[in-house]
């Protein structure tokens, strides 16, 4: 009981830190490190209107399916296995971008059916997406270093929980509350996952990790997983208020 308090209270203490002199105080990350956080930002809306396309390709070809979210798989895996040189640099970003590509065409037929119920869902989606994703990383960059990497391994256990109700789901396919609990489950998550991973980008660099490639593909990966569970909730949200809208308009 007394590790719980203690850790209670250095929380505590540490919200209590938070001033604006604070939310300032960029003097704890080096001048390479802000410029490498830039590079990978600037990365980041690259592969993101990449994703656009590959969307955009899928709804005018039909292109999206398993196909391409296997070939999306491997280029990551290729994109992670290439060794950080500047002779490869260029071959890595394009491997990004590809990825990038496949992954819209892969969430395709997601966005093709949001857009024929409601596409408002789609930019409402996107802007709640863009929104957490600032807030959150915000959060990661101002806070204290290595405050918040103590969540790796809650978030690695939440995935494995997320794992096991996929397979779950496979046997109870018909059950509502597990489909709900693994959408806001997935969702809580991922966005732990933007904190988590903006900080450990940090502190990576700070130790000479400056690989901007590989650090805009985790946060590409966050974005992605974030913006499809939003888009399902929404979905969902809607699809439960035409029903109620046509049962009443029944009575």
Request: one cysteine or more; charged letters at 15%.
């Amino acid at each position: 009981m007394d590790s719980f308090s203690s850790f209670f209270e250095a929380q505590s203490s540490s919200r209590g830190g938070w001033t604006y002199e604070s939310l300032k105080n960029f003097r704890q990350i080096s001048p390479v490190v802000q410029s490498h956080l830039k590079r990978v930002y600037l990365t980041l809306c690259c592969a993101l209107a990449a994703a656009a396309v590959g969307a955009y390709l899928h709804m005018l070809w039909n292109v999206g399916g398993l196909l391409t979210a296997l070939s999306c798989f491997g280029s990551m895996m290729w994109l992670l296995a290439s060794p950080p040189l500047c002779d490869w640099q260029n071959k890595r970003v394009g491997l990004l971008m590809a990825a990038s590509v496949l992954e819209g065409a892969s969430i395709g037929p997601l966005i093709e059916l949001a857009i024929d119920l409601d596409p408002s869902v789609i930019i409402t989606a996107f802007v709640g997406t863009a929104v957490a994703f600032g807030c959150f990383s915000a959060a990661a960059v101002v806070a204290k270093r290595r405050e918040y990497l103590y969540l790796g391994g809650l978030l690695s256990s939440g995935l494995s929980i997320l794992i096991w109700l996929q397979f779950a789901s496979s046997f109870f396919s018909g059950s509502t509350a597990l489909f709900k609990f693994e959408l806001y489950f997935g969702l809580l998550v991922f966005l732990g996952y933007i904190i988590f991973d903006t900080q450990q980008i940090i502190e990576r660099a700070h130790l000479g990790d400056l690989d901007y490639v590989k650090h805009a593909l985790t946060l590409f990966v966050d974005f992605v997983a974030v913006f499809v569970r939003i888009i399902i909730i929404m979905l969902k949200n809607s699809s439960e208020r035409s029903e109620k809208e046509k049962k009443k308009r029944r009575y």
